[in-house]
């Protein structure tokens, strides 16, 4: 039943020292397997270090999801203890449990295993849109088995409109939750490119929907939250470990790997929490950088290689980088999108001429330089996740807020 637990106060308990355990075992397994990344040419130079060439080992977000499954797999033993342990529950077993877990660590080792796939082939961005689709199948499936229900709340504000409480999506909620897992993993792949962001965002995240599953499973409904408080917690541990390297200055880089492997733990934690709509609210400044990206993501407004900022070599400081727009090849609905967000001052035109525009890049990262004015490396990625936890706090008392007034 919904309302009955299936994990074990001991499980519970363990959950912790498993979640400590993986913040150890990737302490001691990066500075272990960085040189081999770094020796098989997964690298890259630090852009923003100037006059540096030396190459930084990429990908190491594949050591913590290494370390992050055989946590989980070592641990689902303890999850079920209860049934395990004791002959007289053998029967009651929660096969229907189990599936749901194994087939969660199924979804998001299947997007590790892209994600790496994409740090060592650099697949192109149209390809790179396909790979969190297909590892979202097998989520997908234990969720047609195992809940079936397609019947989603209506906001409050448009019930009316609708005509009631609830509405079937019918197949579009799995159209939704494919693509819950490819705006995840991408929103969080394309705030990036400064020292410690990429990891500090993820924990700050993770952190957040931790306090927000055990909350609710005080609530009520613990089995939906206790799910997703596994799946979370030991994903706390690992980021924990990987910042410690990748914060600046870096001695690593997460790669796409990392990226693709928290924004897939965030969509399946989620998606067997119940509170995929919610999670939308934690991912705020990820929503807003994807939708300010939108002009640059489809080619609308020229987008280069490289959006994150750019350091200058004289006063040490980030700036925003910028894009040539040249006017002859640009559409006019290109020239209105770099009018209007001029305008909202989410973007600065460094240099208008008769042939061409120079307009800083359509990021968050970038608007936070335009606005606040060149700043250091680590003082930027402090203000990017200042800006998270404020929009998680936010989150955190709307959810509640709206529960208990
Ligand atoms: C995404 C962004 C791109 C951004 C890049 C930075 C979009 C559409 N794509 O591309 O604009 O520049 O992430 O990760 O928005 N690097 C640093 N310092 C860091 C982290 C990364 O210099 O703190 C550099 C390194 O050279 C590293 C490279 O960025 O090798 C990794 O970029 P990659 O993850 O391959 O870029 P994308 O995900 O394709
Ligand atoms: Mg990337």
Not at 283 to 296: D, G, K, M, R, Y
Not at 348 to 355: A, K, L, M, Y
Not at 358 to 373: P, W
Request: a neutral charge; glycine letters at 8%.
């Amino acid at each position: 039943g919904s309302g009955s637990s299936t994990t074990s106060v001991v499980g519970l308990a363990l959950l912790p020292v498993f979640a400590a355990g993986a913040w150890l075992g990737t302490v001691r397994l990066i500075p272990a397997m960085a040189p081999l990344l770094e020796r098989a040419g997964i690298a890259g130079v630090d852009l923003n270090k100037p006059g540096s060439t030396k190459k930084i080992p990429e990908a190491v977000g594949v050591v913590c999801g290494l370390v992050y499954l055989v946590t989980l797999f070592l641990y689902i033993p303890f999850h079920f203890d209860s049934f395990l342990l004791n002959s007289d529950k053998r029967d009651d077993f929660p096969h229907e449990k189990f599936v749901e877990f194994v087939c969660a660590l199924l979804s998001i080792c299947c997007m590790i295993f892209l994600g790496f796939a994409d740090d060592v082939l650099n697949l192109a961005w149209r390809h790179k849109l396909w790979l969190p689709t297909v590892a979202s199948l097998p989520l997908l499936m234990v969720y047609y088995v195992n809940v079936g229900s397609t019947w989603v709340l209506v906001p409050p504000f448009m019930r009316e409109w609708v005509g009631g409480e609830t509405i079937n999506l019918g197949y579009l909620f799995y159209v939704y939750m494919s693509m819950l897992a490819v705006f995840c993993t991408n929103a969080i792949n394309i705030m990036a490119g400064i020292n410690g962001v990429e990891a500090g965002q993820s924990l700050i995240i993770a952190a957040s929907l931790v306090i927000l599953n055990i909350v609710l499973s005080f609530m009520g409904q613990s089995d939906h939250h206790l799910i997703s408080l596994c799946l979370l917690l030991p994903f706390c541990g690992v980021t924990a470990g990987l910042l410690r390297f990748n914060w600046f200055p870096s001695s690593v880089f997460v790669g796409d790997t990392f990226c693709y492997f928290a924004g897939m733990t965030f969509a399946v934690a989620a998606i067997l929490g119940h509170f995929s709509r919610t999670l939308l609210l934690f991912l705020a400044p990820q929503t807003f950088n994807f939708v300010l990206s939108v002009p640059q993501l489809f080619k609308i407004v020229p987008c280069p290689r490289h959006r994150m900022p750019r350091v200058n070599a004289r006063t040490g400081l980030l700036e925003p980088s910028v894009v040539e727009v040249p006017l002859k090849s640009t559409s006019s609905l290109g020239l209105w999108c770099i009018a209007v967000a001029r305008m909202v001052g989410l973007v600065r035109v460094v240099e208008s001429t008769d042939e061409r525009l120079v307009v800083t890049n359509f990021t968050v990262i970038n608007t936070v330089l335009t606005i606040a004015g060149p700043m250091h490396e680590r003082n930027l990625v402090m203000c990017i996740l200042f800006i998270q936890v404020v929009c998680s706090v936010v989150a955190l008392a709307l959810r509640f807020g709206v529960l208990f007034v």
